[in-house]
């Protein structure tokens, strides 16, 4: 079992930044690759970044990219997503999720097995 502790969420101005963060514990050693989603009110978990966990290898989706950077810190145990220009459009409640399994694309929710509580970004216009 993988623990998932999400932190940073919160109320922020359109244009502002956020720094989540997703703490991991328990068996780590297990973990290929992590992730973060979003999820608005009534749409689908949206894939927003992940990371390769041996190659440090980053992807972001389209409408996050060149605003959003997921990072890590190996001996915290910790992924972050730095957030930045926000925009309304972003607000959802993000999660972050631990995959077992080696893919050639960790972009699907289905890719993952352990999942965080998730915390609130909410960006005000």
């Known amino acids: 079992q993988v623990q998932l502790v999400e932190s940073g969420g919160g109320l922020v101005q359109a244009g502002g930044s956020l720094r989540l963060s997703c703490a991991a514990s328990g068996r780590t050693f297990s973990r290929t690759a992590m992730g973060w989603f979003r999820q608005a009110p009534g749409k689908e978990r949206e894939f927003v970044a992940s990371?390769?966990?041996?190659?440090?290898?980053?992807v972001h989706a389209d409408s996050v990219k060149g605003r959003f950077t997921i990072s890590r810190d190996m001996a915290q145990n910790t992924v972050y997503l730095q957030m930045n220009s926000l925009k309304p459009e972003d607000t959802a409640v993000y999660y972050c999720a631990v995959s077992t399994i080696y893919f050639t694309s960790y972009s699907q929710p289905g890719s993952y097995v352990y999942w965080g509580q998730g915390t609130q970004v909410t960006v005000s216009s």
């Open positions: 990371l390769r966990w041996s190659t440090g290898l980053t």
